[in-house]
């Protein structure tokens, strides 16, 4: 009698066995195969992710808060999350909305592609943060009310510090200057006309010698 190589554990029994291992049980075993060589690759002095927290500190908004952090942990999320500002929203998560939008040092930056660790040494500021001291809005603040340039509002914080940016950079001299240097800001409501009209006003109240102290 011939020899007969014995079916795979998960081999297509509903077949007859003078047809041999089915196409299922075949790549199942390739896959497996592959799975094993993959795992006998891998150095063996591979270091992998252990999430352990780290101390850390945040300077947001002219407060230090003190963290204790997984070193994975996005800046929206410590913002969110660990420190509680809520005002940063968390849209797409993958850094094509806008709305997580933030300042750093002056710049601004989308949180949620942002590790927080990185944010150490560094002044972040936040929608909570824009006001004066006195409760008195910024005038982005203010002509965005004024305009309407906003309709869920959830957009409206990462709009607003985009704005913000967007004429402190001297990018708001023109429509087409505003809605291309505002086009990471995504509105699903589609207020842009009002999000431009609104940069305008802010933008003319601002003035040349108080773009960068407000």
Do not use: W
């Amino acid at each position: 009698m011939a020899d007969q190589t014995p079916l795979p554990a998960n081999a297509d029994l509903s077949k007859s066995s003078n047809a041999g291992p089915s196409r299922r049980s075949l790549f199942g075993a390739i896959g497996i195969a592959a799975v094993g060589q993959a795992v006998q690759a891998a150095p063996a002095g591979a270091q992998s992710f252990t999430g352990d927290p780290s101390k850390m500190t945040l300077n947001v908004n002219g407060r230090d808060y003190r963290l204790n952090l997984d070193t994975r942990t996005t800046l929206l999320d410590a913002l969110r999350d660990h420190i509680g500002l809520t005002g940063s929203k968390k849209g797409c998560d993958q850094g094509q909305c806008g709305a997580c939008t933030v300042h750093v040092d002056g710049q601004r930056v989308l949180s949620c592609l942002t590790l927080a660790v990185t944010a150490q040494g560094h002044k972040v500021d936040t929608i909570e943060g824009l006001a004066g001291p006195d409760g008195t809005l910024h005038p982005v603040q203010q002509a965005f009310i004024d305009h309407d340039g906003f309709q869920c509002g959830y957009c409206t914080p990462g709009q607003i510090m985009s704005a913000v940016a967007c004429i402190h950079e001297e990018h708001a001299s023109s429509d087409d200057d505003i809605r291309e240097y505002m086009s990471g800001n995504l509105c699903r409501c589609a207020a842009y006309p009002n999000i431009v009209a609104a940069i305008k006003q802010a933008r003319d109240q601002m003035g040349p010698d108080k773009i960068g102290k407000a």
